[in-house]
């Protein structure tokens, strides 16, 4: 099994300012690694697939990078709505999360 | 709007058996795999299932195999999950979730709100 860790588990941050968030895997999962963002009572919303690729509606200021198995989700600077959990997946074996990352205020 | 609910959750004991439902609208069903998630407290996010378009080919976690059974209605525009042999650990919040394509889950996009399961005596 692709173990995913997310780090770090919980990031506080300000309103404007940048959030990076990374995801290393046990393994490469190639460019095969998207990003998830949950709000509180909510379902998890698909951000960023295939590392880079922002899914349909998703704002600019949400971008990924990285390959392998080292991976960065950046919030260029955060909006009130930003503050969440955001979970990694892999699918390149399988399909497999992260522990997630809380950015908090 | 694609709009999945998810249906069918609740307490059972240990050992026990649960069918959980995910009605679908909004989108051609029968065009898309399938799969469930769940959320516990002890794994957090975690695939369990996926079963393609036509429900003729089907997947699964190593942590549910031989316990759960995904199947679908394409008729009715339902997914289903069949829970056995219930465990503590099973407890969570259980989520279906749209895939990729026809033959390939991908990802999960959208996820439905979820159904709760418990699992004490």
């Known amino acids: 099994e692709i173990v995913l860790t997310q780090s770090p588990a919980t990031l506080s941050l300000s309103p404007g300012e940048r959030a990076t968030l990374s995801c290393r895997a046990s393994q490469s999962v190639d460019t095969y690694l998207l990003w998830y963002q949950q709000k509180p009572g909510q379902s998890p919303r698909l951000l960023i697939y295939?590392?880079?690729k922002r899914a349909t509606g998703i704002p600019a200021r949400f971008s990924g990078s990285g390959s392998g198995t080292d991976f960065t989700l950046t919030i260029s600077s955060l909006e009130p709505e930003d503050f969440a959990v955001y979970y990694c997946q892999q699918r390149v074996k399988s399909l497999t999360f992260g522990g997630g990352t809380k950015v908090e205020t | 709007e694609v709009q999945l609910v998810e249906s069918g959750g609740g307490l059972v004991k240990p050992g026990g058996s649960l069918r959980l439902s995910c009605a679908a609208s909004g989108f051609t069903f029968s065009n898309y795999a399938m799969s469930w998630v769940r959320r516990t407290p002890g794994k957090g996010l975690e695939w369990l299932s996926c079963v393609i378009g036509d429900g003729r080919d089907t997947y699964y976690a190593d942590a549910v195999k031989g316990r759960f059974t995904i199947s679908r209605d394409n008729s009715k525009n339902t997914l289903f999950l069949q829970l056995n042999s219930l465990r503590a650990e099973d407890s969570g919040l259980y989520y279906c979730a749209k895939g990729y394509s026809v033959s390939a889950q991908h990802w999960f996009d959208p996820w439905g709100p979820g159904t709760l399961v418990t699992v004490s005596s």
């Open positions: 295939d590392t880079s």
